[in-house]
C-alpha cells in the first residue's frame, strides 16, 4: 500500500453511499460532495480512528503518543492511486 492512498465507502441503513472518506476526511467522488455529507459525530469519530489507524499502519502518521492527531490535525494529503475498480 506504500504510495497509495485509501477510501472508506460510507453506507446509510438502507444501503446508499453517503460519502467516500480518506486521509484528508471527506472527499468528492462517484458525484459524491465531501463538503455535503453529513452523519452522526459516533461515525465521523469512528471513521477518523480508521484513517488514523491505517495511516499509522502506513507510516503516515507516528506511532500513538508522537503526534498531536486532534482536530484536523491528522489529516495527510491524498496520495496518487489507481482508484475503485
Given at each position: 500500500?506504500?504510495?497509495k492512498d485509501f477510501e472508506i465507502h460510507v453506507y446509510d441503513k438502507s444501503g446508499r453511499e453517503v460519502g467516500i472518506f480518506g486521509s484528508d476526511g471527506w472527499f468528492n467522488?462517484?458525484?459524491k460532495i465531501?463538503?455535503?455529507v453529513?452523519?452522526?459525530p459516533s461515525v465521523e469519530?469512528?471513521?477518523k480512528g480508521k484513517a488514523i489507524d491505517?495511516?499509522?499502519r502506513h507510516g503516515r502518521i507516528g506511532p500513538r503518543g508522537t503526534e498531536?492527531?486532534?482536530g484536523d490535525?491528522?489529516?495527510r494529503p491524498r496520495l496518487a492511486s489507481e482508484g475503485c475498480k
Open positions: 500500500m506504500k504510495g467522488k462517484h458525484r465531501g463538503a455535503d453529513e452523519v452522526p469519530n469512528a471513521l491505517t495511516m499509522r498531536d492527531v486532534t490535525k491528522w489529516q
